[in-house]
C-alpha cells in the first residue's frame, strides 16, 4: 500500500507562483515504476485532471506553459510547480499514483487546498 501525503498549498494573489509536493511512503514499492498524476476539484465541480508524469510530462491545456510538473525519485516525491495562477486555479489538488501498466490510478492523498485571489 502506498501512502500519499501533498503539502504546499496556500492562498496566493493572481499572478503569483505556488510548488505543490507529492511525497509517497509506506509498504514496499518502487517509485521509480509509479506513474504519478496531479488533480484538482474546485467547490461544486468534478475533479479534474491537471497533469502526469511518467517517463514523460502531459499537460492539461489549461495549464501548459505555466505549470511544470516533476520528480525526485530518490525522495519519493513529485513536484507541481504552478505559475501565473489564475482565480480559476482555485481548488483542491490532489496527487495520485498507478504502476506503469494500469489504467486506473489505485492510491489517492488527501489533497491540499490553493486559493487564488485577485
Known amino acids: 500500500q502506498v501512502q500519499l501525503a501533498e503539502s504546499g498549498g496556500g492562498s496566493v494573489q493572481v499572478g503569483g507562483s505556488l510548488r505543490l509536493s507529492c511525497e509517497a511512503s509506506?509498504?514496499?514499492?518502487?517509485?521509480?515504476?509509479?506513474?504519478v498524476g496531479w488533480f484538482r476539484q474546485a467547490s461544486g465541480t468534478g475533479r479534474e485532471f491537471v497533469a502526469t508524469?511518467?517517463?514523460?510530462?502531459y499537460y492539461a491545456e489549461h495549464v501548459k506553459g505555466r505549470f511544470f510538473i516533476s520528480r525526485d525519485n530518490a525522495k519519493n516525491t513529485v513536484y507541481l510547480q504552478m505559475n501565473r495562477l489564475r482565480a480559476e486555479d482555485t481548488g483542491v489538488y490532489s496527487c495520485?499514483?498507478?504502476?506503469?501498466?494500469?489504467?486506473?490510478?489505485?492510491?489517492w492523498g488527501q489533497g491540499t487546498q490553493v486559493t487564488v485571489s485577485s
Open positions: 508524469i511518467s517517463g514523460t510530462d
Open positions: 495520485a499514483a498507478r504502476p506503469r501498466g494500469r489504467v486506473e490510478y489505485e492510491f
Open positions: 509506506g509498504g514496499t514499492f518502487d517509485f521509480e515504476n509509479l506513474v
